[in-house]
């Protein structure tokens, strides 16, 4: 998930991880609630993958925005969505 590039979510991974390990045990539970996140996030990036096997998505991350799935089509109005599933 993480590239060697400059953005925003290796901004943010580098500010989670600036302080070392066992300094802070409230920044640790935070560190492993944010890994977590980022686990159920991968994963449900491969089951949209799956859902959608002939589109062009992706899963993309901005300061802004935050976590957001891109849908690359020609016609937006002919792509169709999996239904919304609701934890």
Known sequence: MFSSKK???NVRHRKCYAIKEGI??????????????LRDIQTQEKELAEHLPEQNTRLAYSAS???????????????TLPPVRRP
């Not at 802070?24 to 996140?37: F, I, P, T």
């Open 7 to 9: 953005s925003s979510l």
């Open 24 to 37: 802070s045990v409230n920044l640790d539970v935070a560190r492993r609630a944010y890994e977590e996140l």
């Open 65 to 79: 925005r935050g976590f957001h799935y891109v849908l690359v089509c020609g016609n937006p109005s002919t792509a």
